[in-house]
């Protein structure tokens, strides 16, 4: 009997609509690129949004994290600029930009992306972003030309400050990934500038996980008439709110279960050596609150008995731009080991695999917690995470689950060993 066709039923992030169905259609150098890359079935995301950028419609879309969006914006970018062909645009006339917070992030689109842009001959992408001498980047593009661009805001709005050879009259395209991140990083001057610079008859997209008054702003300022994508997970009731309305829909993805675990201060390094030493063959990312939080325990847990063996990797912004590339690269490459990092690595990173999400010290930010955990159980996968919460924090359960975020209670193990002393006598040694 022949199969059935349609995704694997497994998979409850991917619709029964295949790349090839979608209207327009894509074009077959792309069609050819998503073969090759192993996709079939769009995300409902990707089903939604994909007609509407290639019919001319700004979107704003809202989205859980790992749901696809990246593929949602990149294609209609590759088959817009397609359609201006030919003649293939000039070395210097730029037709698209997608616009990201992280430079991290923004590397990781370029990656995504580079597959399909060059199923376009002669059209150039390049990658803008903080860490890198801005002299050289101009020269490079002085040189090679450059037809897409992406990156950070800060270093594309410079670039477009000071590079009168770019022409932006043909511009097609601007993507905003990330959109309510860009504007709490404080780049809504750049943001305003950089539209300002390009030609309002263009198509915009704005992309997030997480919606906030500044988003809904800028989707004013910068899209026109914009068609609204919103697609949710449905949930599993948990805990005592199980029927409440306020969890018809999670902002968090279907296959993720979240832990909550309640413990007095002077007890979770204990609580944490513990967990980690259980989750030995796991893939953990734990997010601390500061720079100095993530050089401590990157000092302190390698040292310890109960953790020899595991690769511990520490990543924050104050590292070297090449230290920070360094470290997630290896963490990427690893099947079990452990991050220890700050939110800047919170947003659309794609790392693969991850098993666990901790958050030794939760965000202040609903926002930020979502898309912290939204680290694993990516594209229909089954991922855990874990708060550690004060007593004092106690509202802060109810807070995420008026907000859509179901969690459910974990018991603090009673005979985890005492590890300030220890964690003391190492700093004492080798200094924080
Ligand atoms: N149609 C598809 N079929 C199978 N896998 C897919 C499909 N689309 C995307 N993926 C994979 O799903 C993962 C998550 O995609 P992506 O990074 O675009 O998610 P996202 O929605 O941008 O997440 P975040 O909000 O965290 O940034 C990636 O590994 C990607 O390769």
Known sequence: MA??????????????????????????PVLDALTRAGFDYCTPVQASTIPLLCTHKDVAVDAATGSGKTLAFVLPVVEILRRSFPPPPKPHQVMG?????????????????????????????????GGFDIKTDMKRIEEEGANILVGTPG??????ERLDILDFRSFEILILDEADRL???????????????????????????????????????GLRNPVRV?????????GNLASSQELAASITPLGLQIEYLECEAERKPSQLVDFLSENMSKKIIIYFMTCACVDY?????????????????????????????????????????????????????????????????????????????????RIGRQGSAIVFLLPKEEAYVDFLRLRRVPLQERECSSDALD??????????KTGP
């Not at 917070?101 to 199923?119: D, G, K």
């Not at 919103?230 to 948990?238: A, F, I, L, M, Y």
């Not at 590890?419 to 004492?428: D, S, T």
């Open 97 to 129: 930009m997608i616009v990201s917070p992280t430079r991290e992030l923004s590397s990781q689109i370029y990656h995504v992306a580079q597959p399909f842009f060059s199923t376009l001959p002669s059209v150039r992408m390049v990658l803008l972003v």
């Open 297 to 377: 325990w990157g000092v302190v847990l390698p040292q310890l008995t109960a953790l020899k063996g595991n690769t511990l990797i520490p990543l924050h912004g104050k590292m070297k731009q090449s230290a920070r590339e360094k470290a997630l690269a290896s963490f990427t490459g690893l099947p079990s080991g452990v991050l220890l990092c700050t939110d800047v690595a919170a947003r659309g990173l794609d790392i693969p695999g991850v098993d666990w999400i901790v958050q030794y010290d939760p965000p202040q930010d609903p926002n930020v917690f979502v898309h912290r955990v939204g680290r694993t159980a």
């Open 155 to 160: 270093k594309l709005h410079d670039v477009m």
């Open 419 to 428: 590890v300030i002393p220890l964690a003391n006598k190492i700093c004492c």
């Open 183 to 221: 504007l709490d990083m404080g780049f809504q001057k750049q943001i305003t500038s950089i539209l300002s610079r390009l030609p309002k008859l263009r198509r915009t997209g704005l992309f997030s996980a997480t919606q906030t008054e500044a988003v809904e702003e800028l989707s004013r300022a």
């Open 3 to 28: 199969a059935a066709a349609g995704p694997d039923p497994a998979n409850r992030a991917l619709t029964s609509t295949r790349f090839s169905d979608l209207h327009p259609p894509l074009s077959p």
């Open 230 to 238: 919103e697609v949710r997970t449905e949930t599993k009731p948990v």
